[in-house]
């Protein structure tokens, strides 16, 4: 299914009339057994879609938090193919739910466009962001991923102008990623009334969802972006619950499940009156 399920479940979300709660987590943190309960509760807590990071060593688009979540992910012996493994295991019990994964060219070049594009379309991925990754030299990863109909899904920044807007668009399916600040994840908040016009042009300029990530840690930032986008991406806040956790000698999985049910809630009733976004 992969780009047919990312369509249909923003068709479904647009009929309703609400932005898509999008929780970013990584693969393996703290330990692959707890990564997957928390994978697999997702849905059920709220979750429209999922990212899905795969942990590399240099995240370099990353702030301190997700930095640490892959060094705790790499730690606990998370691999490529151990990511892929947690992706067929959640597919097995939902059909629906998108995942998209992210991270970092290095891997899929290591394994080779061609073979990660196939065995990611096997485990059941829909979309893939590579955050290093520039449109000028993603010709071989589009061509494979095309084959294996899985999404490519770009980034657009504040800075993206006209021209490169242009340019980051063309062959992106599934829907466009904004992110809402400049800078690395979990730094800065993203203020939805900057974000709103660039949500505008970005669709406009590519005819795709928006979603909007970097920024929102809180259900009253993701509520104040739900209104203005198509998804609300939040990662960081979750990571960090995770570390939290983990300190605490907490739950893991019912204390990120949590954060995720009180900021899915503050997106499904953000545009509560209101009749466009």
Do not use: W
Request: hydrophobic fraction near 50%; charged fraction near 25%.
């Amino acid at each position: 299914m992969s780009k047919a399920r990312i369509d249909a479940r923003f068709a479904a979300l647009k009929a309703q009339g609400r932005a898509a709660f999008v929780p970013y987590v990584m693969a393996g943190d703290p330990d692959a057994a707890t990564a997957a309960k928390i994978l697999a509760g997702l849905p059920d807590a709220g979750a429209d879609l999922i990212e899905l990071g795969f942990p590399f060593s240099d995240p370099m688009a990353e702030g301190p938090p997700i930095q640490r979540s892959a060094q705790r992910a790499l730690a606990a012996g998370m691999t490529l193919a151990g990511v892929l493994d947690m992706a067929r295991a959640f597919r097995e019990a939902d059909q629906a739910t998108p995942i998209i994964l992210m991270g970092y060219m290095n891997l899929v070049f290591t394994r080779g466009v061609e073979a990660f594009a196939r065995d990611a379309a096997a485990a059941g991925i829909d979309g893939l962001i590579v955050v290093d990754c520039p449109p000028e030299e993603a010709g071989p990863l589009a061509d494979a991923l095309d084959l294996a109909d899985v999404s490519l899904i770009r980034l657009a920044t504040p800075t993206s102008d006209e021209k490169r807007l242009k340019t980051i668009v063309r062959r992106t399916s599934g829907f466009v990623y904004y992110v809402s600040v400049a800078g690395v994840t979990g730094v800065k908040e993203a203020d939805e009334h900057a974000v709103a016009p660039n949500v505008a042009r970005v669709r406009a300029a590519s005819g795709l969802p928006v979603a909007v990530g970097f920024g929102i840690r809180t259900p009253e930032r993701a509520a104040a972006i739900g209104r203005v986008a198509d998804a609300v991406v939040v990662g960081s806040a979750l990571v960090d619950e995770i570390a939290e956790a983990v300190e605490m000698n907490e739950d893991v999985t019912e204390r990120v499940l949590s954060k995720v049910r009180s900021l899915a809630k503050a997106v499904r009733s953000a545009r509560v009156g209101q009749t466009t976004v």
